[in-house]
Structures are given as structure tokens and as C-alpha cells.
């Protein structure tokens, strides 16, 4: 197993980092145990990295960091049940190839494909669409590594009274090695970008809801709304290749370059933000599923996201648009609205309600707190839940508020983890909880 000493890591956004004393590469699950036990040898606590795009410092240690990018790739499909068995480091993107090339297909993804499964499932990563749920809901089984060494699957039918914690754990019940997911047949999208008012789109919430999958883009002090829509189609696409060109183009290339004018300039953020409103494009495209669903990310940004119940999107996207108005934040990054299904895992911003997720971003190097602090009581104002993975100030009082299930994972969490051997100083602070 390489093992390497004093190797500085950072988040993708570059706003967390940190260097770990060791940082671990094990390419078995046997070396996964190796590293759990040198650790219970030294003394060490242990934090688990996928490809690094969240937000906060979920895994950010000065201990021993493990990643599973030599655990990757799928070691079987089952064609009658339609689950596969993937390896943990996996990244979504290699995942979507694979899966492609045996004829099967997740049922939904988000927008982004550059992380891990394990890393996508454990902080709750979602794609869109109110009868779809996150990533963690088509889990059905893990293998993990305990803090003792010892090697379990966990299940609805094997160890089920953890199973509702490791669906959605981030990080912090054991290393995940093994996921299997639910899959179906391969399929195509039609998507489909276009133009319209910000009150058309708040009038046809309800109507655009029944899509497979939609979401919208409100650009700050514009009039002008980027709705995306997306269905399963019986037409063969080609390969996105001018598509994915265009992209490259314009929402990476020149959004780069107008984003580091707003960092320079900040006054001239209002200004940009109506010229990108003005450039959305009217586009539809067809393509294998997960080629559809992927979008380049190239742009670096900070970005806070929360749950709310889908009932009250409208609400709550009509505030923050005002608010944006009355306080003159210098932001040009659109927010993006998206939707999701309910579902019954314990730290699931989802748990328990139909969803309506809601994510504001600023570029890299501007400052964004005073608007993030304004949109999230906003946010919780209207019984907001953090996603995990993006910027957030909840702490363990305001969050046993908002997740019923709290309680149950910590103590499933301490059962499995008597001395805090996948804990870091942030997730102790967050849920309250002693590393001592």
C-alpha cells in the first residue's frame, strides 16, 4: 500500500486544505484493514477523500487521510435483479461508461460526474426531478471497514440496524470499500435549455414539476430565467462532442473570464450577471443518460445549498430574488433550483418530504458571506436542512431541529465507533460530539 508523509491536500474550490501526517492509497480491502489497525496502533484518526468538490471540511485532517482511487471499477452485475457491485472510488463518470457499455444506466445523477460513488452517496449528492431521489436511495448494499478492523455488509436484511446510517454516513460509521446499486436498462435524454421570465417560470412551477427531470437558473438583477427540461427519449443522439464544445466555450471559458473581472471589479457584478442572463441558450440535445446529465465544471466557486419542502420553493425563491435587490450583493453566479423525491434515510436533507433544493454560489476569491448569511436564513426560515457537502453555519442544536433521525445515527455512530476513529475536528464540532 503506498503510504505517503506530509502530502498537503486541498479541496476542489481550494478553500479547505489541510496535510495529513500520512496519506494512504490501499488497492485491497485487506489493505483498507491494514490501514484501520495502524492507526488504532499510532494513535490516529482517519478521514476518507473521493475526488474533494465538497465545500466544507468534512474531510480535512492533519491525521491520516485514505483515498480509494485504487479501488475503483465494478466487480459484478447482476442481470436479474439489475444491481451492480462497484468498487467505492469509482468515479461517476468511469461509472457512466461502464455501466453504458453493458446496456444499464443509473436512474439519476446530478450535474457533475468527477465524483467518487462512495463520496457522492455519503454527502448526499442528488440530480433533479420530484420522482427521483438522491444517489443514496439506490443503494442497497455496503461493505465497509470498521473502526475495529472488522469487515461487514450492511443491508435492509444484514446488519439493518446500521443500514439507514451507512446509506447516507458521511464518513463517519466506517470506510466504505463496496457499494451495490440499482440500475435499469440504459436510456436516452432529450434535453432542452430555453429562455423565459422570471414570473412565467414562477406561474408554471406545478406544470414543469411533472417533467422527468427540471430545473431553473435565476440570474441575480435579471428578468431573464434559464429553465432546463429533460425526458427519457426513443431517439438516438450523436455525441454531444459540438455540444459539449459550446460548453466549454462559453459557460467555462468566458464565464471564467467575466468572473475574474467581478473579483477584480465588484461593481460590475450586477452588469455581468445580465449579460450571461441574455446569452442563455435555447439548445436541445439527445444523448446517452449519463452524458445528458453531465455538465463541465471548470469555473471555480464557493456554494451553500439547502433543502427545503418542495411546497415552498416558490416562496423562497421569490425572497432571496428580492433580497438580492434590496441588499445590491455583487453576485453574477446564477442560483440554481432543482427538486428532488422524499425518501427515509436518517441524514438525508430529503428525509421525510418531497424537496426542493436551492443553491447560491460566488466566484473563488470574492467575498460571500454576507450574502450566504442573508439566503440561508432565508433558507431557514422555511425549515432548511444543509446539504452536506456545501457551505453551511448549522450546529448540532439547530440541526437535531431540522433531522428527526439525529439521534438515531449518533448512536449508531458511537455503537460502531466507540473512539471516534472517523472523526474531525469540523464533525465534532457540527453534532457536538467528544473526540477525547
Not at 154 to 174: A, D, T, V
Not at 302 to 313: G, N, R
Not at 336 to 363: F, N, Q
Request: proline fraction near 4%.
Amino acid at each position: 500500500m503506498l503510504s505517503i508523509r506530509g502530502q498537503k491536500w486541498r479541496n476542489w474550490t481550494g478553500n479547505v486544505q489541510g496535510m495529513p501526517q500520512y496519506t494512504m492509497y490501499p488497492k485491497s480491502i485487506q489493505e483498507v484493514a491494514q490501514a484501520v489497525n495502524f492507526a488504532k496502533e499510532v494513535g490516529k484518526r482517519i478521514r476518507v477523500v473521493g475526488s474533494g468538490h465538497s465545500f466544507t471540511p468534512l474531510v480535512q485532517t492533519e491525521e491520516i487521510l485514505i483515498s480509494l482511487d485504487e479501488l475503483q471499477g465494478i466487480s459484478g452485475i447482476d442481470s436479474q435483479t439489475l444491481i451492480v457491485e462497484v468498487w467505492a472510488g469509482t468515479k461517476l463518470y468511469q461509472l457512466g461508461e461502464i455501466l453504458q457499455e453493458n446496456g444499464y444506466a443509473q436512474e439519476n445523477l446530478g450535474d457533475i460526474d468527477a465524483q467518487s460513488i462512495a463520496g457522492a452517496i455519503s454527502t448526499g449528492t442528488h440530480g433533479t426531478g420530484i420522482s427521483l431521489g438522491n444517489l443514496a436511495t439506490q443503494v442497497v448494499e455496503v461493505t465497509a471497514v470498521l473502526a475495529s478492523g472488522e469487515v461487514i455488509t450492511c443491508s435492509e436484511k444484514e446488519y439493518p440496524q446500521y443500514w439507514k446510517g451507512f446509506q447516507l454516513s458521511l464518513g463517519m460509521l466506517g470506510i466504505i470499500v463496496k457499494v451495490k446499486l440499482k440500475v435499469i436498462p440504459a436510456y436516452s435524454l432529450a434535453y432542452e435549455s430555453k429562455k423565459e421570465s422570471f414570473a412565467t417560470v414562477m406561474s408554471k412551477l406545478e406544470e414543469y414539476k411533472k417533467n422527468r427531470h427540471f430545473e431553473f437558473f435565476i440570474f441575480p438583477y435579471s428578468d431573464d430565467v434559464q429553465v432546463k427540461i429533460t425526458n427519457v427519449t426513443e431517439e438516438v443522439g450523436g455525441e454531444l462532442k459540438w455540444h459539449k464544445l459550446k460548453t466549454a466555450l462559453i459557460e467555462n471559458m468566458a464565464f471564467s473570464l467575466l468572473s475574474e473581472s467581478c473579483r477584480l471589479f465588484p461593481s460590475i457584478s450586477k452588469s455581468v450577471s445580465q449579460l450571461s442572463a441574455k446569452g442563455v441558450p435555447n439548445t436541445k440535445i439527445v444523448g446517452p443518460s449519463y452524458k445528458v446529465f453531465a455538465t463541465a465544471r471548470n469555473v471555480r466557486f464557493y456554494e451553500m445549498e439547502y433543502s427545503i419542502p418542495a411546497e415552498y420553493m416558490k416562496e423562497a425563491v421569490e425572497e432571496i430574488y428580492n433580497l438580492i435587490y434590496e441588499k445590491n450583493f455583487q453576485v453574477h453566479f446564477p442560483i440554481e433550483c432543482r427538486y428532488a423525491k422524499g425518501d427515509d434515510i436518517w441524514l438525508s436533507p430529503s428525509y421525510g418530504r418531497d424537496s426542493a433544493y436551492i443553491a447560491v454560489h460566488m466566484y473563488r476569491g470574492m467575498q460571500y458571506t454576507p450574502y450566504f448569511q442573508a439566503v440561508e436564513r432565508i433558507f431557514q426560515k422555511y425549515e432548511g436542512r444543509p446539504h452536506w457537502g456545501k457551505m453551511h453555519t448549522m450546529t448540532y442544536d439547530s440541526l437535531q431541529q431540522v433531522y428527526p433521525k439525529l439521534h438515531h445515527f449518533l448512536e449508531v455512530r458511537q455503537t460502531v465507533d466507540p473512539t471516534a476513529m472517523f472523526l474531525n475536528p469540523y464533525l465534532a464540532k457540527i453534532f457536538s460530539l467528544n473526540m477525547e
